[in-house]
């Protein structure tokens, strides 16, 4: 498995996972993840069936909810969504304020393909 680690917890951004109710989750990712199985995620991963998206079981179907993985992982699944709106136009000043660096401007023979936002290359 490929991690960063070690995970560095900086105070600045506490209010805001706290905010968006995801410090459980942020208290659970700097104690590390438990040990993994790795015959038991094989196993999982070739039970799994796409068209239904459910495990097909020797006991039955098992389908996991949002609802579980938000007892899993402690997370609210109430409340407002987490967004912003981002201007078609400004949204290069937008990814260097939020980022500290600007993303690179299309060349003059490129079309611009992306009307908002960064590419996960660029990322």
């Known amino acids: 498995m490929w991690a960063h680690w ?44 796409l068209e ?10 098992l389908t996991l909810t949002l609802q579980d993985v938000a007892h899993i992982l402690g997370l609210p699944i109430d409340g407002p969504a987490i967004y912003e709106i981002v201007d078609g136009q400004g949204w290069h ?16 023979d490129t079309k611009d393909t992306k009307s908002a936002g960064v590419s996960a290359s660029w990322l």
């Open 6 to 49: 070690p995970l560095v917890w900086d105070k600045r951004y506490a209010p805001f996972i706290a905010w968006a109710g995801f410090i459980s989750l942020a208290r659970l990712a700097m104690n590390g993840l438990p040990p993994m199985d790795a015959s038991l995620i094989t196993t999982m991963v070739d039970r799994w069936r």
């Open 93 to 108: 000043d937008q990814a260097e304020q939020l980022l500290g660096l600007r993303p690179p401007e299309p060349s003059e």
């Open 52 to 61: 239904t998206h459910t495990f097909h079981l020797l006991v039955g179907e």
